[in-house]
């Protein structure tokens, strides 16, 4: 066959994918119509000078690679939404429940208390936690366990002079010496859930509990 008619084939057969991406909207030749222009060619090439197929490999193999990280895509995609899914569930299943997460502040009402925990470094040989007013007047040191690891705390709301501390706004500041040097440690505040939100921007998860609104990121733990 002469290269007129290889060249009209080839023609031919462009025109009819190029005519079907157009009808559907698309502007770039898939996997599908290179490989019904490749096989055109083929049986439309001159015997007695066949064409170099090497090209065609060549091509053939970046479209089976764009196939395949195009599918990768779709999968981690689907993977994304289902964490985020599950990610809802495990904060519904939070509702109702008490949590301890990073805080320093609580308020406290006419009764009750606050509860609490403060993980102690190895090396603590005293550490204490204060609890000051709205003003930040001191009104309560309690000791806490040296020992290494968590431990809690409850302050009933009284003051160390033995009476009931005032409705309202408290701060929880923990210090220790660890091997001699002062070093205030992180404070966790016990609150309940109520219900939990999700951000339509980033999909991160925050509950909303009676210290306010909590990212789930800082609950320690689900008490």
Do not use: C
């Amino acid at each position: 066959m002469t290269t007129n008619a290889i060249n009209t084939a080839t023609n031919s057969a462009l025109s009819g994918l190029t005519g079907g991406a157009a009808a559907s909207g698309k502007k770039e030749l898939g996997q599908d119509a290179f490989l019904t222009l490749m096989l055109s060619q083929m049986k439309n090439q001159d015997p007695f000078k066949p064409q170099d197929p090497s090209a065609f490999i060549g091509q053939l193999a970046q479209f089976s690679t764009v196939s395949g990280i195009q599918a990768m895509q779709t999968n981690i995609s689907s993977l994304s939404d289902a964490l985020r899914s599950s990610q809802v569930m495990d904060g519904t299943s939070l509702v109702g429940r008490s949590v301890l997460s990073v805080a320093t502040g609580a308020t406290m009402g006419d009764t009750g208390g606050v509860q609490g925990a403060v993980t102690i470094p190895a090396g603590t040989s005293v550490a204490a936690i204060a609890v000051t007013d709205a003003s930040g007047q001191l009104i309560r040191r309690m000791p806490l366990s040296s020992q290494q690891g968590t431990t809690s705390f409850n302050w009933d709301g009284s003051t160390d002079l033995g009476t009931r501390a005032p409705a309202g706004n408290y701060t929880f500041t923990a210090v220790a010496s660890v091997g001699g040097t002062p070093q205030q440690l992180e404070t966790q505040i016990a609150s309940r859930v109520g219900s939990v939100t999700i951000d339509p921007a980033n999909h991160s998860l925050t509950l909303n509990t009676t210290l306010g609104p909590i990212p789930l990121a800082d609950v320690r733990q689900v008490m």
